[in-house]
């Protein structure tokens, strides 16, 4: 079989003029001859040796992305408010001759911005790695082949081929052929596709939306129409909803800090202390109040939840999708590739007045075109007997399928010289189109339906004899089965509270035969139902999409209306998504997810792309989404404790004692090793709920702030006993309260990052040693005096043990906080399951029988190693052993419903 496009042409018989760069505006008016003379069009195309020189001489077809110097870059990092307040109290430090705050504060702006600057680095190294998997591929004919490198391998004078839903690769100019529908909405603003014929130019980055037709490059990279107003198209990123609650909390913090911060500052300045010295004191407070590891700590767990991701074939092309996916409740899932093997295969074919099989099936099989790879194309072509059948048939023209005329066409010249038109498609389409339709439309009716109640799509086929009327011939059926995995991993999103919406363009019954045998319910809403479009849903129509299990007949435009209507319910919706016509519902969708099989279009218009078939890996990235979210929780909760824990006991020391319990440089070291130990709660272990996440402020601030109260009473109990009882110096007294903030600091993590009892997790490796080495060197500093008086190890076991013993009181006022702030979830959460990191001991699992030992182990290494001028401490530690031990009984139970919650779903479980 031989297709004819274009005007072939001899590169041998004329010399080949190279276009200069500079004349590249011309080449889009000129006359097609002309620009084909210059450009040495070939029906052959350029050969290899000659795009290589052209690729030389002509550079990539790409846009040179402006690159920040990295030098620049990291020097951005002391430019902004935070580091400006860490400036001025550098220098505030110099001035008073303070060297050793100048030296720590100075640390501190040089930590901060060596670890953003990593870490950013890190992160876009990453995604920029990720995204090169997705570079668009071109079909370009090189030395008479046609083959699919990188588009940024084109270069002036290349032959290629544009289909449906391709992004243009470069500007171009058509050849022969049918007029192709091209969006341009993103470089010229027009709202429709515009038609391009034959000679006309189409620029790159624009959208074949429909048709298919050759093309000759005439301009690459920077020379492209494109690249000339790059620009003016560049879009800014949109915050999410998670990412705006985080910014938030952030914002509450740093208002705080400089309310409370103006409070102390306006007293020092009534009580006549020096200036200079509570100006610096107030500066370093503020900055160690305010969250600065925050965008840091948000960006890598964002990084590595992208890798993770990516191992598992799903790459995300716009981080802010890993936390739109953890409040999805509602997927709205292709059945075709997603759902279904996407391998179709050729059943016995149904044919009308006596026509024989095979003379349905070479008909269809001339409609169809290997080069495309189309599935359907591929499924009929292997249906022939014999292979050789089509051998002698001429293709004059073709027309391939678009999702509005839902069929495709071809010209044929026969072996005997007379000309045909075969054509393929929709059976209510091709039905439409033939001349017998009343004779044929009850067998054909039954023969479909048929068909359908076995699972088979259905495939109409007709011919006309020259321009003569269209013939029906037959039906032929194509089965695709589901995926081995696709019924099990709809029951897990069920379990996960996650509906999942199978959207069809098949006929009704085979939507509902498909959704039988991978028990998603049988109530399947014929899209044809919907009403006009142009009209809002009503009530009844927006009710009867949110309670359907799929949708059948589907056209694009129901895609994004369906989208539309479950959004206004209060769903949010993930929708996956494979044609050009996809684009819109997968932008409009909360999370676009583009399946394997996906156009370049839709590519570019979703968030997540999949690298595989199938369903499961969209629940992997639902799953890590969640554990994200979880991460990100305990964070929030973590840093608004501890700015109100440092806050109020500095403010309230400050106010009533006229007493400054910190020293700048101890403040500054204190954010140095709280914030350097952080980043590893991005590896956390963690449980994912049932049920599609969201933000409860009210949860969030009450606990926060009731472990922030509670904190500061610990801190002004240690005060007390270090002033009152012991009689300590005040020196003496900082050292002690530097230490027990740090050690408390860092243990409230263990707090906030679970619902339950501190030890219902595990924690990641990586967490732990990292809290442990930043706690063994704040021990250590304390110890030996680094900056400040030294306590010696005595007094530091005994501030271990007290903050240990208040870490115990303030698991259990955690738990009494959940219960009253969020009294039907309660402590007693059967409905999670857990999830954690590969590289992690995940085996987070609580004795059968519990009992309040651990606890009585940790906090008696301090108490023997105690000296007798802290004699309090053993009966202190006593008392509140006994305490958690009466309120710990009635908490076993929840930590077994926890672990038997997350063993129950033992195949869905990563650590089995």
């Known amino acids: 079989m031989e297709v004819h496009t274009g005007k072939p042409k001899s590169p041998d018989t004329k010399p080949v003029t190279k276009p200069k760069p500079h004349v590249a505006d011309a080449l889009q008016t000129l006359p097609m001859p002309e620009v084909e003379k210059q450009l040495g069009w070939s029906s052959d195309g350029l050969s290899q040796t000659e795009a290589a020189k052209r690729l030389t001489q002509y550079g990539a077809n790409e846009l040179v992305e402006k690159k920040t110097n990295p030098l620049l870059r990291f020097l951005s990092y002391f430019w902004g408010p935070i580091p400006w307040m860490i400036e001025a109290a550098v220098l505030l430090s110099a001035v008073a001759r303070h060297w050793p705050d100048f030296g720590i504060i100075l640390v501190l702006l040089l930590a901060n911005a060596i670890v953003g600057f990593w870490e950013e680095h890190q992160a876009g190294n990453a995604i920029a790695a990720l995204k090169a998997t997705l570079a668009i591929k071109a079909r370009v004919k090189r030395d008479g082949k046609w083959t699919t490198p990188a588009s940024r391998d084109l270069v002036p004078g290349d032959f290629i081929r544009l289909r449906m839903g391709d992004i243009v690769p470069a500007d171009a100019r058509l050849l022969d052929g049918d007029a192709v529908e091209v969006d341009q909405s993103t470089l010229t603003g027009e709202s429709l596709p515009a038609t391009r014929k034959s000679g006309e130019a189409v620029f790159s980055g624009s959208i074949v939306r429909q048709g298919e037709i050759d093309a000759l490059v005439y301009a690459t990279g920077a020379k492209t129409y494109f690249g000339k107003t790059a620009e003016l198209v560049q879009g800014t990123e949109t915050p999410s909803h998670f990412q705006r609650a985080v910014l938030k909390i952030g ?29 610096q004191f107030a500066l370093v407070l503020t900055v160690a109040a305010i969250p600065v590891a925050m965008p840091t700590v948000l960006s890598v767990t964002m990084a590595v939840g992208a890798r993770l991701l990516a191992k598992k074939k799903a790459i995300v092309t716009r981080l802010v999708a890993i936390e739109e996916l953890a409040g999805v409740d509602v997927l709205c899932a292709d059945k075709t590739g997603t759902l279904t093997q996407n391998k179709l295969t050729l059943g016995a074919p149904f044919g009308v007045d006596n026509m024989s099989a095979d003379q349905v099936v070479l008909a269809a099989a001339l409609a169809s075109r290997a080069d495309d790879n189309d599935t359907i194309d591929l499924a009929v072509l292997g249906g022939l007997k014999d292979k050789n059948a089509i051998e002698g048939y001429q293709i004059v023209h073709f027309q391939p399928f678009d999702p509005v005329h839902k069929r495709t066409e071809a010209a044929v010249k026969g072996p005997d010289g007379k000309t045909f038109k075969v054509t393929k498609g929709a059976p209510q389409v091709i039905l439409a189109l033939s001349a017998n ?30 321009d003569g009327k269209w013939a029906f011939l037959g039906v032929l059926p194509l089965f695709d089965p589901p995926r081995d995995d696709a019924a099990s991993t709809i029951a897990t999103a069920q379990q996960m509270g996650v509906k999942v919406k199978m959207v069809t363009g098949d006929a009704l019954a085979i939507a509902q035969e498909t959704a039988k045998k991978l028990g998603m319910g049988a109530n399947i809403l014929d899209a044809r139902t919907l009403g006009d479009e142009q009209h809002q849903e009503t009530a009844q129509v927006s009710e009867s999409i ?29 929708m996956t998504g494979d044609g050009v016509n996809d684009a819109p ?7 676009g997810i583009a399946v394997s099989s996906a156009t370049d279009a839709a590519r570019a218009a979703a968030a997540i792309v999949l690298t595989t078939p199938g369903l499961s890996v969209i629940i992997d990235a639902i799953k890590e989404s969640r554990k994200i979210f979880q991460r990100m929780n305990s964070y929030a ?3 608004i404790a501890e700015t109100l824990r440092v806050l109020m006991f500095m403010t309230l020391s400050i106010l009533v004692f006229n007493f400054y319990p ?5 403040i500054v070291m204190l954010a140095l090793l709280n914030d350097g130990a952080i980043l590893s709660i991005a590896y956390d272990n963690v449980h994912y709920k049932d049920q599609p996440e969201a933000w409860n402020m009210r949860l969030v601030l009450g606990i926060s702030t009731v472990l922030g109260v509670f904190g500061v009473a610990a801190a002004f109990g240690l005060f007390y006993l270090g002033e009152r009882v012991f009689h300590l110096d005040r020196p003496h007294i900082q050292t002690l309260m530097y230490l027990k903030l740090s050690v408390a600091g860092h243990l409230t993590i263990f707090l906030t990052r679970t619902r339950g009892p501190f030890w219902s997790i595990r924690p990641a490796k990586v967490l732990l040693l990292a809290v442990m080495g930043t706690q063994l060197l704040a021990t250590l500093i304390a110890v030996y005096g680094v900056f400040m008086t030294p306590i010696g190890w005595s007094w530091a076991l ?10 115990l009181v303030n698991d259990r006022v955690k738990l009494l906080a959940y219960r009253i702030l969020d009294p039907v979830k309660g402590a007693r959460t059967a409905g999670i399951k857990a999830g954690a990191q590969p590289q992690t001991d995940t085996q987070a699992k609580p004795d059968p029988k519990p009992s309040p030992q651990p606890a009585g182990n940790v906090t008696s290494e301090p108490e023997a190693n105690t000296p007798t001028s802290s004699a309090p401490t053993p009966q202190l530690v006593k008392r509140v052993h006994q305490f958690y031990e009466a309120l710990g009984r009635e908490d076993v139970q929840a930590v077994q419903d926890w672990d038997a919650a997350a063993q129950k779903p033992s195949k869905e479980d990563p650590r089995k």
């Open 585 to 591: 519902a997968l932008k409009k969708a909360d999370c």
């Open 637 to 639: 909760m973590y840093r």
């Open 546 to 574: 949110e309670k359907a299990d799929g949708f059948a007949q589907v056209f694009p435009e129901h895609k994004f209306r369906i989208i539309d209507a479950l959004q206004k319910r209060g769903h949010i919706v993930g």
């Open 437 to 466: 339709v009343a004779e044929v439309t009850p067998a054909v009716d039954k023969a479909v339906n048929d068909f359908a109640a076995r699972g088979f799509r259905a495939l109409g086929v007709a011919r006309a004899e020259g």
């Open 662 to 666: 910190l020293t700048a440089v101890m």
């Open 251 to 279: 914002n509450y913090l740093i208002v705080l800090a400089v309310l409370l911060v103006a409070g102390i500052i306006a007293v020092a300045i009534f009580r006549g202390d020096p200036l200079l010295t509570t100006l």
């Open 798 to 807: 005994f501030v271990w043990g007290y903050a240990l013993a208040w870490f």
